[in-house]
């Protein structure tokens, strides 16, 4: 049984950071692809980064050269480094892995995030 587990979510003042972790167990294929994704209260969940499992990364404009998403094949791990952040970042995130090409499939529970002003 496949399971991803984040953690390193809290509390951070605006401009601070936080470093996401997410390790994977139970696998027996290799990802396609991981993702972080993040749900604010009554929004809907939205990627807010990617990558591949060629290492391509992509991500949300609002994110772009705040956040690193990167990974350790080694450690099953994926990371999302958060730096400058913002109050607008407050969500809980969310990983995610492709087992198959069209879509995320496996997901983890979530991590709270909240940065003050």
């Known amino acids: 049984q496949v399971q991803l587990v984040e953690s390193g979510g809290g509390l951070v003042q605006a401009g601070g950071s936080l470093r996401l972790s997410c390790v994977d167990s139970?696998?027996?294929?290799?990802?396609?692809?991981m993702g972080w994704f993040r749900q604010a209260p009554g929004k809907q969940r939205e990627l807010v980064a990617a990558?591949?499992?060629?290492?391509?990364?992509n991500y949300a404009d609002s994110v772009k050269g705040r956040f690193t998403i990167s990974r350790d094949n080694a450690k099953n791990t994926v990371y999302l480094q958060m730096n400058s952040l913002k109050r607008e970042d407050t969500a809980v995130y969310f990983c995610?892995?492709?087992?198959?090409?069209?879509?995320?499939?496996?997901w983890g529970q979530g991590t709270q995030v909240t940065v003050s002003s």
């Open positions: 990558i591949t499992s060629g290492g391509s990364t």
């Open positions: 995610a892995g492709k087992s198959v090409p069209a879509r995320y499939d496996y």
């Open positions: 139970g696998r027996t294929f290799s990802w396609y692809g």
